[in-house]
C-alpha cells in the first residue's frame, strides 16, 4: 500500500516537473529596445520670396518617416498608416487626427532622452486637425526648435523629447539633434536643411521603452 503511494506521488512529481520545464522552455524572449539614429533626413525646404510671396527652391512635400521600418515613405503612399511623421522645414506633421488616415498623435514631454522609460499615464497626445491646428506648435520656443536671429540659425530645444503614436498606433520616442546637414557644430545659416535624430520604436504596442 505504501509503495502504491510512493509510485503515484513520484508520478505527480514527475508530470509537474516535466510541465514546469516545458513550460519554461516556451517562454518569449524578449530583445531590449535600441536607440537608432537616423542622419541627414531631406527636410526639403521652400524659399518665400519677400517680394512677391511665391515658393521656389523645394517641392513643397513633407518627407514622411517610418520608425516601424527606419525608413523614409514615398509621398504616394500619404493616404495609408505606413509613415508617423513627416518634416518640411522646421514644420513637422503625424499621421493622425481629421487631416490624416492613421492612428497617430504627438506628446511633447520635458526630460533626459534616456531617462524616459514609459509614457506617462497623464500624457496627452494632440492630432492634426487642419493646417491651423498641427499637433506640433509653430514657433521658436514653442515646438522643438529655437530661433537666433542675429546667426539666423534653428537649434532643437535641450530636453525636448517627442513622444509619438505611430500610424497603426505605436509608440516611439525621438530627440531631434540637428537640423542641418551632417549635423555641424557651428553651422553655416545657409546650408541646406536635413534632421539628424534619433529614437526608440516600442513594436509590442505597450508604452514603455
Known amino acids: 500500500m505504501l ?39 531631406a527636410a526639403d525646404p521652400v524659399t518665400i520670396s519677400p517680394i512677391d510671396g511665391k515658393a521656389s527652391g523645394g517641392t513643397n512635400r513633407f518627407t514622411l518617416f517610418s520608425f516601424k521600418n527606419n525608413a523614409i515613405i514615398t509621398n504616394a503612399d500619404s493616404a495609408s498608416n505606413k509613415w508617423d511623421i513627416g518634416f518640411r522645414g522646421t514644420s513637422i506633421i503625424f499621421n493622425g487626427g481629421a487631416m490624416r488616415v492613421g492612428q497617430g498623435g504627438l506628446h511633447i514631454h520635458t526630460g533626459i532622452f534616456d531617462d524616459l522609460k514609459e509614457i506617462p499615464a497623464t500624457a496627452v497626445f494632440k492630432t492634426d486637425e487642419s493646417p491651423l491646428n498641427l499637433a506640433m506648435p509653430a514657433g521658436s520656443g514653442v515646438g522643438w526648435y529655437n530661433y537666433n536671429p542675429a ?33 555641424p557644430a557651428k553651422p553655416d545659416p545657409n546650408s541646406a536643411r536635413f534632421y539628424t535624430f534619433r529614437f526608440v520604436y516600442q513594436p509590442d504596442g505597450t508604452k514603455k521603452f
Open 3 to 41: 509503495t502504491n503511494k510512493f509510485n503515484f506521488v513520484a508520478l505527480l512529481f514527475t508530470i509537474f516537473v516535466t510541465f514546469s520545464c516545458s513550460k519554461k522552455e516556451e517562454s518569449v524572449v524578449v530583445l531590449p529596445l535600441t536607440t537608432t539614429k537616423f542622419e541627414n533626413l
Open 151 to 183: 546667426a539666423l540659425l534653428i537649434s532643437p530645444i535641450p530636453g525636448r523629447v517627442l513622444v509619438v503614436r505611430t500610424g497603426d498606433g505605436k509608440y516611439a520616442k525621438m530627440e531631434i539633434l540637428n537640423y542641418y546637414k551632417d549635423s
